[in-house]
């Protein structure tokens, strides 16, 4: 946003910035915000989709929609905590790992990242355009390259467009999936034909809450993204409450809904159960809520694309310095596009067990890094940064930062005997009868180890630049 006034009047109709530093005169927004944004950006068919789990493996819809409950109230928590790291340091989210890991050594986690991002953008699509195709014509080949065109346009827009269209969008998402959310608790259990039959089971109920717990972890590499912009002074406990609000409660009311969805309608997607579903009110009604649902999964996506782009930007600056401009955004958005499209036609049209395997894998992958970055924001350096060595491979934080990228390791390491997917069981997951709680060592050992290697850091050379950092951003601003 570099061509805005100072006084904060006007807002461009194109985002300028990417992984720069955003300066305060050009700060705005509300904390408020971030709870509408959140809970939107989680409202989506994938969301919903983690419910399916339990009840496919005979697990109670109780106990399903308490390992959800469970499982996305502690996730959330990891993610909402960066919420407050971006008004504090005005930047994306993952280039901030250059403090813990260097410049190159963020390389490690910004694949990771990036994976989960085109990962996100490939599923989304294909139930976007399972949606549309209720009331459409078109293939794959067809709706495929334009819905990742619109979610192009959507991020190249931005920070304010996004945002805008996430707070509107909740008003209309809790009307509708209200009303869906009644009928399924009343509805489908009277039309049920026969009872259904499910209990207890511990490896069910695990799977379900790592699964959950997972999903909203997940999105820690996205939450600075979207408060970079807000006012330096922001209320760290408000901001972290809004964000933590917005996100769990999308969760835990759209899982649990899939958990019931699939406990009454085996087998079903989640378009056709939410259809099957929605028609109880009246026919035609169960294909409305699905188009809305498929609008807010679209939006998402370009969230997505747009956070796709600022890692891979960010991925490429450690070996390559980049000038941050409309053009480069354009360009990385377009990169991000195609790999995307290429990765969507290639899935099998059985793509559930691709999904489930999806998310477990951005567990793996995820946990280690938000715990070394957690940790180094809030117990080694608790917010002091030296912001512009952050961009300069030669400054305080260098190219390899090894603490960072050792305990990553290390903690990835420990999680892979409690691994759970279709190519892999682990040792410690097998014991437990096929259950996954890597997340649990994973965050233990890394942000443990982290902070152990971390704890007696000599930070002279980097409160010194501390100092000289702010006075070539304030320039920089000028």
């Known amino acids: 946003m570099a061509s805005q006034e100072s006084s904060g009047s006007s807002r461009p109709t194109i985002e300028a910035r990417s992984i720069d530093y955003v300066p305060r005169e050009e700060r705005h927004g509300k904390v408020w915000h971030q709870g509408p944004f959140w809970f939107s950006g989680n409202f989506v068919f994938l969301t919903m989709m983690v419910g399916f789990v339990g009840p496919s493996m005979s697990l109670s ?4 929609v308490l390992a959800v409950v469970a499982g996305a109230g502690f996730g959330t928590l990891f993610m909402a905590l960066h919420a407050n790291q971006g008004p504090k340091m005005g930047l994306p989210q993952m280039i901030q790992s250059r403090a813990q890991f260097g410049s190159r050594g963020a390389i490690v986690p910004f694949a990771a990242t990036i994976f989960v991002y085109v990962g996100f953008i490939v ?26 065109t619109v979610s192009i ?68 590499v996205y939450v600075s993204d979207y408060s970079r912009y807000l006012p330096e002074n922001a209320s760290s406990a408000k901001l972290i409450g809004w964000t933590y609000l917005g996100a769990a409660v999308s969760a835990a009311w759209l899982m649990s809904l899939g958990a019931v969805l699939a406990s009454y309608i085996p087998g079903a997607d989640g378009i056709v159960s939410l259809v ?20 807010a999964q679209l939006s998402v996506t370009g969230i997505n694309s747009y956070g796709a782009m600022l890692t891979g930007i ?24 195609v790999v995307s499209l290429c990765i969507a036609l290639a899935l099998p049209a059985a793509y559930m067990a691709s999904f489930n395997g999806f998310v477990l894998l951005m567990l793996y992958f995820l946990i280690p890094w938000t715990a070394v970055n957690l940790v180094d924001f809030y117990a080694v350096r608790k917010g002091e ?18 603490r960072g990228v050792l305990a990553y390791i290390v903690g990835f390491v420990a999680m892979i005997p409690f691994f759970s997917i279709p190519f892999f069981v682990g040792p410690a997951a097998e014991a437990l009868g096929g259950a996954d709680i890597a997340f649990i060592p994973g965050l233990l050992i890394s942000g443990g180890l982290y902070y152990l ?25 000028g």
Request: no cysteine; proline share 4%; aromatic share 14%.
């Open 153 to 220: 346009v959507i991020a190249v827009f931005g920070y304010d467009l996004l945002h805008f269209v996430q707070r509107w969008l909740t008003y209309l998402l809790i009307a509708v999936f209200g009303v869906v959310s009644v009928l399924a608790v009343t509805a489908l259990p009277a039309a049920a034909s026969t009872p259904v039959e499910a209990g207890w089971s511990t490896t069910a109920f695990l799977v379900q809450l790592s699964l959950a717990a997972g999903y909203n972890i997940s999105y820690s």
């Open 61 to 64: 819809i109780a106990w399903s």
């Open 385 to 402: 940064y030296a912001i512009a060595d952050i961009f300069n491979p030669h400054g305080v934080y260098g190219r390899w930062a090894w």
């Open 314 to 337: 960010s991925a490429v600056d450690g070996f390559r310095p980049v000038r941050p401009t409309i053009r480069l955004r354009v360009t990385g958005l377009a990169i991000v596009g």
């Open 276 to 295: 099957q579903t929605g028609n109880y009110l009246f026919e035609g009604f169960g294909t409305f809520v699905v188009l809305v649902g498929a609008i």
């Open 123 to 148: 599923f989304g699509v294909i139930l976007v355009t399972q949606a549309l195709q209720l009331v459409l014509p078109g293939s794959k080949w067809f709706w495929y390259p334009t819905l990742i």
């Open 453 to 477: 290697l971390a704890r007696n850091l000599e930070r002279s050379a980097e409160m010194s630049a501390q100092g000289q950092s702010q006075r070539v951003l304030e320039k920089v601003s």
